[in-house]
């Protein structure tokens, strides 16, 4: 088992910043990938950006540039910093991980809203 405790959305106004944090906790040892996603009302949910134990990152198109991922084995969190707000980020924000291709966990969401 695997628990995934996000923090860090909020309002922001287009052109600013938040730094999301996922901390994970239980058989952390076990997760290979994490990763994060967002789901926008009326929108499904999609690849915002993921990071392997290995450090290997991914992208999605729409936040190349302006987010960056990073991990911090120490403290088993993942980061998501978010430069540059734009409206259409505005979205809940959920952290995953991965264990296997099978068996995976989810965070309970936060929500990012960027106003124009």
């Known amino acids: 088992q695997v628990q995934l405790v996000e923090s860090g959305g909020g309002l922001v106004q287009a052109g600013g910043s938040l730094r999301l944090s996922c901390a994970a906790s239980g058989t952390i040892f076990s997760i290979n990938v994490m990763g994060w996603y967002r789901q926008a009302p009326g929108k499904q949910r999609e690849l915002v950006a993921r990071?392997?134990?290995?450090?290997?990152?991914n992208y999605a198109d729409s936040v190349k540039g302006r987010f960056t991922i990073s991990r911090d084995n120490t403290k088993n969190t993942v980061y998501l910093q978010m430069n540059s707000l734009k409206p259409e980020d505005t979205a809940v924000y959920y952290c995953?991980?991965?264990?296997?291709?099978?068996?995976?966990?989810w965070g309970q969401g936060t929500q990012v809203t960027v106003s124009s």
């Open positions: 995953k991980a991965d264990l296997s291709s099978i068996t995976y966990y």
């Open positions: 990071i392997t134990k290995g450090g290997s990152t």
